[in-house]
């Protein structure tokens, strides 16, 4: 089976890669268990963390080489690609700083003469990635993974094969040894074949459809799995905002990577009080967006990853037209080559719609006005998704907590939504199952084992 791989900003082809046969999955997951029993686990913590330390230096120096390969495979503006390698590098040596520390055996006090917990490697670990930030989505989950000891096999999303090549080669130049992080071309069917394959756990960044089968298929095999999913991010701007910042950083919440991320503000759910100042800003912020060539510098909105997202974008937006949304500015795709969708804001835009019941992947804000904080929070909260929220207030989110109330995985309060890696990442409901990052993100992927010594 052949995979080929097209630019989305011009619609050329970029090239044809073989697929892995799906019955080789497995001799992948065992050779990459040899790999683990025989060098990875026996090498010691401080060493890892030093490879993790040449490979972020590696992705620092050349950068612009990663980036132009990111941009080119799924769009986004070549600005952004550039600080998601950058970030890259900061997990690196963010990990290699703090990694060792989170896996310190933590004494306890039984009585015994000894009693402590120690956190061994599990194992091989399978992982499924997206193609919205193929750099940043793959390393997050599989750096702390493998400076705890464990071996990985990445199935990257075939839209970006050459971000998941190009990961192997350069993990393998910083110093890690041959096969601690391999890579498999393929499909969905190569994904299924790698969760039904005999890892010790699973990891899966993508939709809540394939996370749920994913987690189906771990389950029958009792392996542990973390799943990160869809998102439908409320931005709450309450009255004492400051509508001005909120506006502002709005837009680049929903628009970040074309508005392709789980984590953009995908609802603005607005006090009627600044409803008209917070909107006229914003759209005034929306309509110096500059929609073009994702490797020109002053782009800001590049291309859809795919000509059919335009037309699941294209049929929320008339979905909502048709109950009574208004289109503010954008709602169409520009003439011309590439999957490119013009920044579209809405308003007049109820709870019940499919721009607000739905994830919507792409430069579209819908607006929707509430009339008091108790509203604002029962809208934020009435979606299937909890990964992210956003809360704008100068003193009355904070003076009645209103970040209890959220039902979300991380709440920001006058920021937007990021991932950062000393933050715990991940969402409830349809938004997944478990956490990366942080010390808590380390340690899903170990055995806490309890030692006590009488």
Same mark, same amino acid.
């Given at each position: 089976?052949?995979?080929?791989?097209?630019?989305?900003?011009?619609?050329?082809?970029?090239?044809?890669?073989?697929?892995? !046969?799906?019955?080789?999955? =497995?001799?992948?997951?065992?050779?990459?268990?040899?790999?683990?029993?025989?060098?990875?686990?026996?090498?010691?913590?401080?060493?890892?963390?030093?490879?993790?330390?040449?490979?972020?230096?590696?992705?620092?120096?050349?950068?612009?080489?990663?980036?132009?390969?990111?941009?080119?495979?799924?769009?986004?503006?070549?600005?952004?690609?550039?600080?998601?390698?950058?970030?890259?590098?900061?997990?690196?040596?963010?990990?290699?700083?703090?990694?060792?520390?989170?896996?310190?055996?933590?004494?306890?006090?039984?009585?015994?003469?000894?009693?402590?917990?120690?956190?061994? !490697?599990?194992?091989?670990?399978?992982?499924?990635? !997206?193609?919205?930030?193929?750099?940043?989505?793959?390393?997050?989950?599989?750096?702390?993974?493998?400076?705890?000891?464990?071996?990985?096999?990445?199935?990257? *999303?075939?839209?970006?094969?050459?971000?998941?090549?190009?990961?192997?080669?350069?993990?393998?130049?910083?110093?890690?040894?041959?096969?601690?992080?391999?890579?498999?071309?393929?499909?969905?069917?190569?994904?299924?074949?790698?969760?039904?394959?005999?890892?010790?756990?699973?990891?899966?960044?993508?939709?809540? +459809?394939?996370?749920?089968?994913?987690?189906?298929?771990?389950?029958?095999?009792?392996?542990?799995?973390?799943?990160?999913?869809?998102?439908?991010?409320?931005?709450?701007?309450?009255?004492?905002?400051?509508?001005?910042?909120?506006?502002?950083?709005?837009?680049? *919440? +929903?628009?970040?990577?074309?508005?392709?991320?789980?984590?953009?503000?995908?609802?603005?759910?607005?006090?009627?009080?600044?409803?008209?100042?917070?909107?006229?800003?914003?759209?005034?912020?929306?309509? =110096?967006?500059?929609?073009?060539?994702?490797?020109?510098?002053?782009?800001?909105?590049?291309?859809?990853?795919?000509?059919? *997202?335009?037309?699941?974008?294209?049929?929320?937006?008339?979905? *909502?037209?048709?109950?009574?949304?208004?289109?503010?500015?954008?709602?169409?795709?520009?003439?011309?080559?590439?999957?490119?969708?013009?920044?579209?804001?809405?308003?007049?835009?109820?709870?019940?719609?499919?721009?607000? +019941?739905?994830?919507?992947?792409?430069?579209?804000?819908?607006?929707?006005?509430?009339?008091?904080?108790?509203?604002?929070?029962?809208?934020?909260?009435?979606?299937?998704?909890?990964?992210?929220?956003?809360?704008?207030?100068?003193?009355?989110?904070?003076?009645?907590?209103?970040?209890?109330?959220?039902?979300?995985?991380?709440?920001?309060?006058?920021?937007?939504?990021?991932?950062?890696?000393?933050?715990?990442?991940?969402?409830?409901?349809?938004?997944?199952?478990? +956490?990366?990052?942080?010390?808590?993100?380390?340690?899903?992927?170990?055995?806490?084992?309890?030692?006590?010594?009488?």
């Amino acid at each position: 089976m052949k995979i080929t791989t097209v630019n989305p900003a011009t619609e050329e082809v970029l090239a044809e890669y073989d697929a892995i !046969p799906v019955e080789q999955v =497995k001799d992948e997951v065992q050779d990459s268990r040899m790999v683990f029993n025989s060098i990875w686990k026996k090498i010691d913590i401080s060493e890892r963390a030093k490879l993790l330390r040449s490979l972020g230096h590696i992705l620092h120096a050349r950068k612009t080489e990663f980036a132009t390969i990111i941009t080119n495979e799924m769009g986004k503006p070549i600005r952004e690609s550039l600080a998601e390698v950058e970030k890259c590098s900061w997990v690196c040596e963010y990990f290699a700083d703090n990694g060792p520390k989170f896996l310190e055996h933590e004494e306890l006090n039984t009585g015994a003469k000894s009693s402590y917990v120690r956190f061994d !490697p599990l194992g091989v670990i399978g992982c499924i990635m !997206p193609w919205n930030f193929p750099f940043w989505q793959a390393l997050r989950f599989c750096l702390p993974a493998m400076l705890a000891g464990n071996t990985v096999v990445l199935k990257h *999303s075939s839209v970006c094969p050459l971000s998941g090549n190009t990961l192997q080669h350069v993990i393998e130049e910083a110093g890690f040894p041959k096969g601690v992080f391999r890579h498999l071309v393929g499909n969905y069917t190569v994904g299924e074949a790698l969760a039904q394959a005999p890892v010790d756990a699973i990891s899966i960044t993508g939709s809540t +459809r394939a996370g749920k089968r994913v987690a189906e298929i771990a389950s029958q095999n009792l392996h542990k799995f973390i799943l990160e999913l869809g998102g439908s991010d409320p931005f709450v701007v309450l009255k004492d905002a400051d509508v001005d910042k909120a506006a502002e950083i709005g837009v680049a *919440s +929903r628009f970040l990577n074309n508005g392709q991320s789980c984590i953009a503000a995908k609802r603005f759910i607005v006090a009627e009080e600044v409803l008209e100042e917070f909107t006229k800003k914003f759209q005034e912020h929306v309509e =110096k967006q500059i929609v073009g060539d994702p490797l020109d510098p002053k782009t800001t909105i590049g291309p859809l990853v795919r000509g059919n *997202s335009r037309e699941v974008i294209a049929k929320q937006i008339s979905d *909502s037209t048709s109950v009574g949304a208004k289109i503010l500015t954008g709602g169409d795709a520009p003439s011309g080559t590439g999957f490119f969708f013009n920044p579209t804001v809405l308003t007049n835009v109820q709870p019940e719609m499919s721009v607000s +019941r739905e994830e919507v992947f792409g430069p579209v804000a819908p607006i929707i006005s509430v009339k008091n904080p108790i509203q604002a929070i029962k809208i934020a909260n009435d979606t299937e998704f909890g990964l992210g929220s956003s809360i704008w207030s100068e003193k009355y989110a904070i003076e009645n907590n209103l970040a209890k109330d959220i039902d979300a995985g991380m709440v920001y309060i006058n920021s937007m939504v990021i991932s950062d890696p000393r933050v715990p990442f991940g969402g409830v409901k349809n938004s997944g199952i478990g +956490r990366e990052l942080s010390d808590y993100g380390i340690k899903e992927f170990v055995n806490v084992k309890s030692v006590i010594v009488n």
